[in-house]
């Protein structure tokens, strides 16, 4: 295996991981001076416990119904208390709260410690060409009324660009919208509606090597928050068109259709689809879980990725570029959207111990990540639901998910607010690296990938 040379770091780095060896030191101090030996054992003890039986009752919330479901519930409410009841019966609170400070400072130092310079995190940015004729889409319901709310048609308008509102009557074939406009000579194509349309037109911009304008205009707005975009202001998004500079990002594709954002599969996709989630989301989902979640009730899936199978998940996510892995799910924030390959997350929880195994990031069973050029999700029956940007569809199995490196040219402003560096997930045997001041040598696949 190359290797690339041993690196310095940087002082300010090795004193912030010292520095959070020092708080967990002092985390286990304070409370053992108070307890001893045997008094910190049982505390460490009990507040495991109170964890383990909290998701527990958690789960057994999820997957049950009726009196036994809201048993669960004030189990899950009633472990931490009872902990904290046994804390005061000991004499013991003052020190196990101070013992929870420092060991939030340690997380904190540890973050700083690990957190890499944002140098080579930021995606390379192109000149935009002249362009003569914009043709942008505009949903005026999306986003609670942002297009209106902004006065965006006008503005887009007085910059030079056609617009087409979302209107009505009745519903408005989009692809037929932008592909008209093509065949009419526009060089540029642009939506200001939710992820779901920028996905569609999206797809014909790259058809065509056209350039794509992005209006965080939607409801969420996850595209355009990773593109760096303003969520708040979707005004901003169109000073692009006087002053911008061109990405190069890829797509998602889920046999043939383009997705910008990830495409889900199992418990979601299930209750997404039934008539009864868009008047009683709540209802529809507590109704819903049990059989999913145990498997009594929708499709089994059969997922593959990356040489890994995973069979029987109630849950699969595909995204068009890895998510930070810093959280559980690792459903976070996507810091580039070039690295040429789809993140995959499988969530297996059919029994009470995978989800408490989920605790342990398990890799057989519990949650499964990995980035991959592929992705196939199988299962029993001849079509699944999957939730693509957020909308409800039915698919032919095997569902094959593919990336397109590169494939979509997005004119954003020059001045923009930017994609922040993500959170460093905890490597406590990286930390240890940092904390004597010198980097472990990396394979050149692992330096490449960052």
């Given at each position: 295996?190359?290797?690339?040379?041993?690196?310095?770091?940087?002082?300010?780095?090795?004193?912030?991981?010292?520095?959070?060896?020092?708080?967990?030191?002092?985390?286990?101090?304070?409370?053992l001076?108070?307890?001893?030996?045997?008094?910190?054992?049982?505390?460490?003890l009990?507040?495991?416990?109170?964890?383990?039986?909290?998701?527990?009752?958690?789960?057994?919330?999820?997957?049950?119904?009726?009196?036994?479901?809201?048993?669960a519930?004030?189990?899950?409410?009633?472990?931490?208390?009872?902990?904290?009841?046994?804390?005061?019966?000991?004499?013991?609170?003052l020190?196990?709260?101070?013992?929870?400070?420092?060991?939030?400072?340690?997380?904190?130092?540890?973050?700083?410690?690990?957190?890499?310079?944002r140098?080579?995190?930021?995606?390379?940015?192109?000149?935009?060409?002249?362009?003569?004729?914009?043709?942008?889409?505009?949903?005026?319901?999306?986003?609670?009324?942002?297009?209106?709310?902004?006065?965006?048609?006008?503005?887009?308008?007085?910059?030079?660009?056609?617009?087409?509102?979302?209107?009505?009557?009745?519903?408005?074939?989009?692809?037929?919208?932008?592909?008209?406009?093509v065949?009419?000579?526009?060089?540029?194509?642009?939506?200001?509606?939710?992820?779901?349309?920028?996905?569609?037109?999206?797809?014909?911009?790259?058809?065509?090597?056209?350039p794509?304008?992005v209006?965080?205009?939607?409801?969420?707005?996850?595209?355009?928050?990773?593109?760096?975009?303003?969520?708040?202001?979707?005004?901003?998004?169109?000073?692009?068109?006087r002053?911008?500079?061109?990405?190069?990002?890829?797509?998602?594709?889920i046999?043939?259709?383009?997705?910008?954002?990830?495409?889900?599969?199992?418990?979601?996709?299930?209750?997404?689809?039934?008539?009864?989630?868009?008047?009683?989301?709540?209802?529809?989902?507590?109704?819903?879980?049990?059989?999913?979640?145990?498997?009594?009730?929708?499709?089994?899936?059969?997922?593959?990725?990356?040489?890994?199978?995973?069979?029987?998940?109630?849950?699969?996510?595909?995204?068009?570029?890895?998510?930070?892995?810093?959280?559980?799910?690792?459903?976070?924030?996507?810091?580039?959207?070039?690295?040429?390959?789809?993140?995959?997350?499988?969530?297996?929880?059919?029994?009470?111990?995978?989800?408490?195994?989920?605790?342990?990031?398990?890799?057989?069973?519990?949650?499964?990540?990995?980035?991959?050029?592929?992705?196939?999700?199988?299962?029993?029956?001849?079509?699944?639901?999957?939730?693509?940007?957020?909308?409800?569809?039915?698919?032919?199995?095997?569902?094959?998910?593919?990336?397109?490196?590169?494939?979509?040219?997005?004119?954003?402003?020059?001045?923009?607010?930017?994609?922040?560096?993500?959170?460093?997930?905890?490597?406590?045997?990286?930390?240890?690296?940092?904390?004597?001041?010198?980097?472990?040598?990396?394979?050149?696949?692992?330096?490449?990938?960052?």
């Open positions: 295996m190359t290797v690339v040379p041993f690196e310095e770091v940087p002082s300010t780095r090795r004193w912030w991981a010292r520095a959070a060896y020092l708080a967990v030191v002092c985390a286990v101090l304070v409370p001076t108070a307890a001893g030996v045997a008094g910190i054992v049982a505390l460490l009990t507040g495991a416990g109170a964890v383990v039986v909290t998701v527990a009752g958690i789960y057994w919330f999820l997957i049950s119904r009726g009196f036994l479901r809201w048993c519930l004030a189990l899950a409410v009633l472990a931490p208390l009872v902990v904290v009841f046994l804390y005061v019966q000991a004499g013991l609170l020190e196990v709260m101070i013992a929870v400070a420092l060991v939030s400072v340690a997380v904190v130092c540890a973050r700083a410690a690990l957190r890499e310079p140098a080579g995190s930021k995606m390379t940015e192109y000149p935009a060409p002249a362009w003569r004729h914009p043709f942008l889409v505009m949903n005026p319901r999306s986003g609670g009324g942002k297009v209106v709310k902004f006065d965006l048609q006008r503005k887009a308008e007085e910059l030079g660009a056609e617009v087409a509102l979302l209107e009505g009557p009745g519903q408005v074939d989009v692809d037929a919208l932008a592909r008209q406009a065949e009419r000579g526009a060089d540029l194509l642009g939506v200001a509606g939710g992820d779901g349309t920028q996905a569609l037109v999206a797809g014909i911009a790259a058809e065509h090597n056209l794509f304008l209006i965080s205009a939607g409801t969420r707005n996850h595209f355009a928050l990773d593109l760096g975009l303003d969520r708040e202001d979707p005004t901003g998004c169109l000073d692009a068109l002053d911008g500079v061109e990405l190069h990002v890829d797509l998602g594709k046999n043939g259709r383009t997705f910008v954002n990830n495409s889900s599969f199992g418990v979601y996709a299930e209750v997404v689809q039934s008539p009864e989630y868009r008047d009683d989301k709540t209802g529809t989902v507590l109704q819903m879980l049990p059989d999913l979640i145990k498997g009594d009730k929708g499709a089994r899936l059969r997922a593959q990725f990356d040489g890994t199978t995973v069979d029987g998940p109630q849950a699969v996510l595909v995204s068009n570029g890895p998510y930070g892995s810093h959280d559980l799910a690792g459903l976070g924030r996507r810091t580039r959207l070039d690295r040429g390959v789809l993140g995959a997350v499988a969530l297996s929880a059919s029994s009470t111990r995978e989800a408490v195994g989920l605790l342990r990031r398990a890799t057989k069973r519990g949650l499964v990540q990995r980035a991959a050029v592929e992705v196939v999700v199988d299962a029993d029956v001849p079509e699944i639901p999957v939730g693509v940007d957020g909308e409800a569809l039915l698919i032919p199995t095997p569902v094959r998910c593919t990336v397109e490196p590169a494939a979509l040219r997005v004119l954003v402003p020059r001045k923009r607010p930017g994609v922040p560096p993500a959170q460093p997930a905890l490597d406590l045997i990286r930390l240890r690296e940092v904390a004597w001041g010198r980097r472990a040598a990396l394979s050149v696949a692992e330096a490449a990938s960052g």
